[in-house]
Protein backbone atom coordinates (compact mmCIF):
# COMPACT_ATOMS: atom_id res chain seq x y z
CA UNK A 1 0.00 0.00 0.00
CA UNK A 2 1.12 3.44 -1.07
CA UNK A 3 1.38 6.22 1.38
CA UNK A 4 -0.84 9.24 1.06
CA UNK A 5 0.19 12.77 2.31
CA UNK A 6 -3.70 13.91 2.32
CA UNK A 7 -3.76 12.36 6.65
CA UNK A 8 -0.98 14.92 6.93
CA UNK A 9 -3.11 17.93 5.37
CA UNK A 10 -5.80 16.84 7.68
CA UNK A 11 -3.89 16.41 10.76
CA UNK A 12 -2.55 19.94 10.05
CA UNK A 13 -5.82 21.55 9.40
CA UNK A 14 -7.21 20.01 12.66
CA UNK A 15 -3.93 20.22 15.15
CA UNK A 16 -2.24 23.62 14.40
CA UNK A 17 -5.48 25.40 14.98
CA UNK A 18 -5.58 24.06 18.35
CA UNK A 19 -2.03 24.64 18.72
CA UNK A 20 -2.63 28.41 17.51
CA UNK A 21 -5.69 28.84 20.17
CA UNK A 22 -3.74 27.21 22.89
CA UNK A 23 -0.87 29.20 21.89
CA UNK A 24 -3.58 32.42 22.83
CA UNK A 25 -4.55 31.42 25.73
CA UNK A 26 -0.97 31.40 26.84
CA UNK A 27 0.03 34.82 25.64
CA UNK A 28 -2.98 36.01 27.64
CA UNK A 29 -2.32 34.27 31.18
CA UNK A 30 1.82 35.68 29.99
CA UNK A 31 1.76 39.04 29.11
CA UNK A 32 5.24 38.59 27.44
CA UNK A 33 4.11 36.27 24.86
CA UNK A 34 2.87 38.44 21.21
CA UNK A 35 0.17 37.59 20.22
CA UNK A 36 0.84 37.47 16.81
CA UNK A 37 -1.29 40.25 15.72
CA UNK A 38 0.87 41.50 13.03
CA UNK A 39 2.66 38.03 11.67
CA UNK A 40 -0.89 36.59 10.88
CA UNK A 41 -2.39 40.17 9.54
CA UNK A 42 1.00 39.66 7.22
CA UNK A 43 0.38 36.53 6.34
CA UNK A 44 -3.61 37.07 5.55
CA UNK A 45 -2.14 40.22 3.24
CA UNK A 46 0.45 38.18 1.94
CA UNK A 47 -2.39 35.13 1.00
CA UNK A 48 -5.28 37.96 -0.39
CA UNK A 49 -2.47 39.28 -2.66
CA UNK A 50 -1.42 35.79 -3.98
CA UNK A 51 -4.96 35.30 -4.32
CA UNK A 52 -5.74 37.91 -6.52
CA UNK A 53 -2.40 37.84 -8.66
CA UNK A 54 -2.72 33.93 -9.05
CA UNK A 55 -6.36 34.01 -9.57
CA UNK A 56 -6.52 30.69 -7.54
CA UNK A 57 -9.13 30.48 -4.53
CA UNK A 58 -7.94 30.70 -1.08
CA UNK A 59 -6.10 27.78 0.45
CA UNK A 60 -7.49 26.67 4.18
CA UNK A 61 -3.97 28.96 5.67
CA UNK A 62 -6.14 32.12 4.37
CA UNK A 63 -9.05 30.90 6.55
CA UNK A 64 -7.07 29.57 9.70
CA UNK A 65 -5.43 33.24 9.69
CA UNK A 66 -8.68 35.28 9.41
CA UNK A 67 -10.13 32.91 12.20
CA UNK A 68 -7.03 33.85 14.45
CA UNK A 69 -7.05 36.96 13.75
CA UNK A 70 -10.45 37.46 15.01
CA UNK A 71 -9.62 35.26 18.04
CA UNK A 72 -6.46 37.66 18.68
CA UNK A 73 -8.91 40.40 19.15
CA UNK A 74 -11.26 38.75 21.26
CA UNK A 75 -8.80 37.50 23.54
CA UNK A 76 -6.96 40.86 23.59
CA UNK A 77 -9.65 43.25 24.28
CA UNK A 78 -9.81 44.75 20.68
CA UNK A 79 -13.12 45.89 19.87
CA UNK A 80 -15.09 42.90 17.51
CA UNK A 81 -14.70 43.49 13.56
CA UNK A 82 -11.71 45.84 13.97
CA UNK A 83 -9.18 44.01 12.16
CA UNK A 84 -11.93 42.83 9.68
CA UNK A 85 -12.31 46.62 8.81
CA UNK A 86 -8.67 47.65 8.73
CA UNK A 87 -7.71 44.67 6.71
CA UNK A 88 -10.12 46.06 3.88
CA UNK A 89 -9.01 49.41 4.57
CA UNK A 90 -5.17 48.47 4.64
CA UNK A 91 -5.59 46.16 1.56
CA UNK A 92 -7.62 48.27 -0.80
CA UNK A 93 -6.02 51.48 0.02
CA UNK A 94 -2.91 51.13 1.32
CA UNK A 95 -0.98 48.17 0.91
CA UNK A 96 -0.63 48.67 -3.44
CA UNK A 97 0.73 52.55 -2.32
CA UNK A 98 3.36 50.34 0.06
CA UNK A 99 3.88 47.73 -2.35
CA UNK A 100 4.88 50.27 -5.53
CA UNK A 101 6.46 52.74 -3.24
CA UNK A 102 9.08 50.56 -1.20
CA UNK A 103 11.23 49.03 -3.65
CA UNK A 104 12.69 46.80 -0.96
CA UNK A 105 9.83 44.00 -1.36
CA UNK A 106 10.76 42.56 2.71
CA UNK A 107 10.46 45.90 4.49
CA UNK A 108 7.21 46.36 2.43
CA UNK A 109 6.57 43.34 4.76
CA UNK A 110 7.86 44.60 7.92
CA UNK A 111 5.39 47.52 7.38
CA UNK A 112 2.75 45.60 7.08
CA UNK A 113 2.77 43.56 10.44
CA UNK A 114 3.62 47.24 12.17
CA UNK A 115 0.38 48.71 10.05
CA UNK A 116 -1.46 45.51 11.47
CA UNK A 117 -0.53 46.54 15.33
CA UNK A 118 -1.11 50.09 14.85
CA UNK A 119 -3.79 49.96 12.27
CA UNK A 120 -5.89 47.56 14.70
CA UNK A 121 -5.01 49.81 17.56
CA UNK A 122 -6.37 52.92 15.79
CA UNK A 123 -9.81 50.85 14.49
CA UNK A 124 -10.40 49.60 17.87
CA UNK A 125 -10.03 52.99 19.78
CA UNK A 126 -12.33 54.86 17.15
CA UNK A 127 -15.11 52.15 17.71
CA UNK A 128 -14.66 52.65 21.65
CA UNK A 129 -15.29 56.12 20.54
CA UNK A 130 -18.27 55.64 18.58
CA UNK A 131 -19.30 53.59 21.98
CA UNK A 132 -18.68 55.82 24.68
CA UNK A 133 -16.43 52.95 25.97
CA UNK A 134 -12.96 53.25 27.32
CA UNK A 135 -9.31 53.17 25.12
CA UNK A 136 -6.96 51.27 24.74
CA UNK A 137 -3.45 52.40 25.79
CA UNK A 138 -0.80 51.93 23.41
CA UNK A 139 1.91 50.73 26.15
CA UNK A 140 5.74 49.33 25.42
CA UNK A 141 4.75 46.04 24.96
CA UNK A 142 3.11 46.86 21.47
CA UNK A 143 6.71 48.32 20.18
CA UNK A 144 8.00 45.32 21.54
CA UNK A 145 5.41 42.97 19.97
CA UNK A 146 5.34 44.94 16.61
CA UNK A 147 9.78 44.70 16.35
CA UNK A 148 9.55 41.20 17.19
CA UNK A 149 6.44 40.30 14.47
CA UNK A 150 8.23 42.30 12.09
CA UNK A 151 11.43 40.28 12.14
CA UNK A 152 9.48 37.48 12.57
CA UNK A 153 7.11 38.31 9.06
CA UNK A 154 10.61 39.34 7.17
CA UNK A 155 11.87 35.88 8.28
CA UNK A 156 9.10 33.90 7.39
CA UNK A 157 7.64 35.38 4.01
CA UNK A 158 10.46 36.76 2.31
CA UNK A 159 10.40 36.90 -1.08
CA UNK A 160 6.10 36.19 -1.01
CA UNK A 161 5.50 39.40 -2.47
CA UNK A 162 7.08 40.30 -6.18
Same mark, same amino acid.
Given at each position: ?18 ? *??? %???? /??? #??? $? ?6 ? @?? &? ?49 ? *??? %???? /??? #??? $? ?6 ? @?? &? ?45
Amino acid at each position: MQRNSSYLQVLEFVCLPIA *LIL %YQFL /SSV #FSS $LPPLLGLF @FT &YAIVKHYEKDVTYKDYSSGWYIAVVYLFVIEQIHGFKPLSVGIFFGIYYYF *LFD %YIVR /SVK #FRD $LALMITAA @FG &YIGTFLTSNFLSYLNNDSYLVFGFEYVTFIFIEATLSLLLFKGRII
